[in-house]
């Protein structure tokens, strides 16, 4: 039983080598194709670090986090649903060896879903003291399914290709007979608004923010790109 299944192994192996070789001996040509889109993110993750530091001791790290729950209610955001604590830490060690003082701190993370909300927070942060604010990532729910679509445009671009080199010399492509895809998603997340700074609030006054029309605000897009090579035959 054995030595039948051995020669078995052996005859498909000889078989597919065959296969493989015959291919290969076949003329073909390698082109890779790209193709990418733009899409607006609807997934931002916002980070806020609450430091009794920043209030030199007169509030605890526990009333920051009401004052903060409070705010973020207030505009529209679901603290239950959106808002999760990171980290939390302090400064005990440092107290040890300098006599410095004891602050804690608090890092969160804050989910909103386009570019207004995101200014909102910002805005509704700074105005209870709180500055250390920062987009930590941006995503699109949708991108798995738009880099599906963009890795047809990328196939059949690699292919046009192919015809471009094959058609002076009189010959057509055949079929594929290798195609690798590389994944290549790049986000651009310049950490900026469009018409606001993510870091500039603290320049404007309370009345210029009242007189900013926040519609014409949002985020850079997200470019979705991909890559493939591809074998194609010459016949």
Known sequence: MKELLLTLFLLFSIHSF?????????????????????????????????????????????????????????????????????????????????????????????????????????????????????IDKIENTEEKKIKLLINAKAILNAKKIAESFAKPLNQKIGNAIQISNLDDITKLSTGMLRGIAVTGYSSKSDEDRSSNNDTNIEFEKIKISTSVQARFLLE
């Open 18 to 134: 065959s296969q493989d070789k015959n291919l290969i001996d076949k003329p073909f040509i390698e082109t890779s194709g790209k193709a990418d889109t733009l899409v607006m993110p609807d997934k931002i993750w916002i980070n806020v670090l609450v430091t009794e530091k920043d209030f030199k001791g007169k509030k605890s790290v526990e009333e920051l986090e009401q004052e903060m729950i409070q705010k973020l209610e207030s505009i529209g955001i679901n603290t239950q649903k959106d808002l999760t604590l990171n980290y939390m830490s302090s400064n005990f060690k440092n107290y040890l060896l300098k006599q410095t003082d004891i602050f804690k701190s608090k890092s969160y993370s804050i989910l909103v879903t386009n570019a207004k909300m995101t200014a909102k927070v910002f805005i509704g942060l700074e105005e209870i003291g709180i500055s250390n604010v920062r």
